[in-house]
């Protein structure tokens, strides 16, 4: 644990838990934390000099920041944890066997079509915020029965691959492209608001119960 500036010249290896707490960690070797550790950079920045690949845990927050990233975060089979703030992940690699967590509310910025296997809302709101008409890709059946969980698409796109249950919370979206391959099923509790946007599905769409908003 450190909250000063700390400067690592080799490749890590963590497979417990690092604390930066503050300050700068400049990884120029890159490294890899393995399954179980933990890399925890809350009000931190990270700078990296060569490849991060992370089978653990990456946790952040709104005083989290990355700069002069040398070589991508390999998240493809990791969790990237947010309490909160604003994340530009054009650096990172996710895939169909990565977790976002979340425990406060996070925007995460995107140029290119992003591809997430589990997503944890926990009661809080995923704001997306991607260009070039990039798409959020939850290949992985998706069920939402957390109060005040949200996914606020804006323009962004968002693609589910398989069925969605919204039993709770809602996915709001404003010119976007919403695309429910294995359609969508509205709970009592959960909202869909598609107002100016595109809906597609390749199955049925329950609006039976919940709150359905065309605008």
């Not at 990884?27 to 009000?43: F, H, N, Q, R, V």
């Not at 967590?101 to 997430?116: C, M, Q, R, V």
Request: no cysteine; charged share 15%; glycine share 18%.
């Amino acid at each position: 644990s450190s909250s000063g500036n700390v400067q690592i010249m080799g490749a890590l290896t963590l497979g417990g838990n690092l604390v930066q707490g503050g300050g700068e960690l400049n990884m120029i070797g890159g490294g890899s934390i393995a399954t179980g550790g933990e890399l925890d950079i809350k009000d931190s920045v990270l700078k990296m000099g060569a490849q991060l690949s992370v089978e653990g845990k990456l946790v952040v927050n709104s005083g989290t920041t990355w700069d002069g990233l040398g070589g991508t975060v390999d998240l493809t089979v990791g969790t990237f944890e947010s309490s909160g703030g604003t994340h530009d992940l054009n650096s990172f690699q996710f895939g169909e066997d990565s977790t976002f967590s979340l425990s406060g509310e996070t925007t995460i910025e995107s140029s290119n079509d992003l591809t997430l296997g589990n997503l944890e809302l926990g009661g809080n709101k995923l704001i997306l915020d991607f260009g070039n008409n990039a798409t959020f890709i939850l290949p992985k059946t998706l069920v939402m029965d957390t109060a005040n969980s949200v996914i606020q698409t804006g323009v962004s796109g968002l693609t589910l691959s398989n069925p969605l249950q919204l039993n709770k919370g809602s996915i709001t979206s404003t010119d976007g492209t919403l695309s429910f391959a294995g359609g969508l099923t509205l709970g009592a509790g959960g909202t869909l608001d598609v107002t100016d946007s595109t809906l597609s599905t390749g199955g049925t769409l329950d609006f039976s119960q919940g709150t359905f908003i065309t605008g």
